[in-house]
């Protein structure tokens, strides 16, 4: 695309960003793009826990986040990540740490790879009805404790080379930042670069930063913020995208992919959470199918189909089924379904394999551009089987 801006290239180029380590997982933009999620069991059941992480793990999340409300499930911790390494591979586990938590993150640091805060309730005050401004002097006092109380675990995650995620919700913002700021996404930057600003001053910078917020746009606006800011002062975090209680079905699917996608689409983004009320083990499908739309991963068949019309030579959405049914377990395909010649070719010409509708009752099989010959239609699915272990593609399906 010699001679076009960048905005037209078709290859996503991503932010740069400096690698962090969570366990045995790289995040930032020398890595690709990194699916998490998390359990939804009570951290001091330890057995349910550990098998919450564990079916996560199986469903191929690669970070597994618990929360941590006390220190009692703090302590729990040790014990469940105790049971996950007795039951299989290891699985890079976060602590979500909230009000108040020092004595929490300081404990739980010791069990896990990373720890999320929340810079608007890590140093918690009830907001005060009466309020009406605050004074230079008081938003200093409480930088101050921020600072105080902030320090001891980022000196802590930097002996233990562990990891921090600087995690702001949009719907949790603290009082001085709202009253300086309003509820708006320059709130959500200036509390998150707050505690970079700690971090840089303390020389430690395995951080991750998250701006999310339960409506796109702001966390849109939030995260497309952050990043400019952060490359102004020469902070090159990676980031962590997700739409914030999405909801569930087809609704909370789509709008996490509106806001993860379009930002991942610009090149920010370098670990995702769909965040789906529904079990865990579903956010998992969703972060791979943004990913592979966008070209950012190869994890599954990738099926090129047309929509159907009245030129259409077969059940198109049967077929499709069928195919999908048969090859769905590969990965790194591209394989086209197309109901008939008219577009078939050219619509599918990236395609590893095509299955075209050519004439009433047969198939024709391609490979990439080249047809590779004619079949009947009852035979379609087990010809081009037949062509991908011939080519050596195939494997067979597990269990």
């Not at 998490?36 to 986040?65: F, K």
């Not at 299989?88 to 404990?107: C, F, Q, R, T, Y």
């Not at 699915?381 to 011939?390: D, F, H, N, P, Q």
Request: some cysteine; overall charge negative; aromatic content about 6%.
């Amino acid at each position: 695309m010699t001679g076009l801006p960048a905005r037209f290239d078709t290859v996503i180029h991503r932010r740069k960003t400096r690698s962090v380590r969570v366990g045995d997982v790289w995040i930032g933009s020398d890595h690709p793009v990194v699916v998490q999620s998390m359990i939804n069991e009570d951290t001091l059941d330890v057995e349910g826990a550990s098998a919450g992480i564990r079916r996560l793990q199986e469903a191929g999340c690669e970070i597994v986040r618990l929360t941590v409300p006390s220190l009692a499930h703090a302590k729990a911790v040790a014990e469940i990540r105790r049971l996950v390494e007795k039951s299989g591979p290891p699985v890079p586990l976060v602590a979500d740490v909230h009000h108040n938590g020092m004595k929490i993150a300081l404990e739980v640091a010791n069990h896990v790879d990373k720890v999320r805060i929340n810079p608007g309730l890590f140093v918690f005050d009830k907001p005060d009805p009466n309020r009406t401004e605050f004074s230079p002097a008081e938003s200093a006092a409480i930088a101050e404790r921020i600072s105080e109380t902030f320090e001891p675990l980022v000196s802590l995650l930097k002996q233990q080379d562990k990891a921090l995620r600087i995690g702001v919700n949009h719907g949790s913002l603290a009082e001085r930042m709202l009253f300086n700021y309003g509820d708006t996404p320059l709130g959500m930057v200036e509390s998150a670069l707050e505690f970079i600003r700690i971090c840089d001053r303390l020389d430690f910078h395995n951080i991750i930063i998250s701006m999310k917020a339960s409506r796109a746009p702001v966390m849109l606006a939030a995260y497309r913020l952050m990043a400019h800011r952060m490359d102004e002062e020469g902070f090159h975090y990676p980031l962590h995208l997700g739409v914030t209680e999405a909801g569930d079905g087809d609704y909370g699917r789509i709008k996490s992919t509106a806001g993860i996608a379009t930002l991942l689409a610009d090149g920010l983004g370098d670990t995702i959470r769909v965040s789906l009320t529904e079990a865990p083990e579903k956010e998992i499908p969703v972060c791979y199918g943004i990913l592979q739309a966008l070209g950012l991963r190869k994890t599954m068949v990738e099926y090129v189909a047309c929509p159907s019309c009245g030129r259409t030579l077969f059940n198109l959405e049967e077929v499709l089924h069928k195919v999908r049914a048969a090859t769905d377990h590969l990965t790194g395909l591209d394989i086209a379904v197309m109901g008939c010649i008219v577009n078939g070719p050219g619509e599918m010409a990236d395609a590893d394999y095509g299955y075209v509708g050519k004439t009433p009752g047969t198939i024709s099989l391609y490979r990439g551009r080249e047809e590779i010959g004619r079949v009947p239609e009852a035979e379609g699915v087990e010809a081009l089987i037949a062509l991908i272990k011939a080519d050596g593609r195939w494997v067979e399906p597990q269990g």
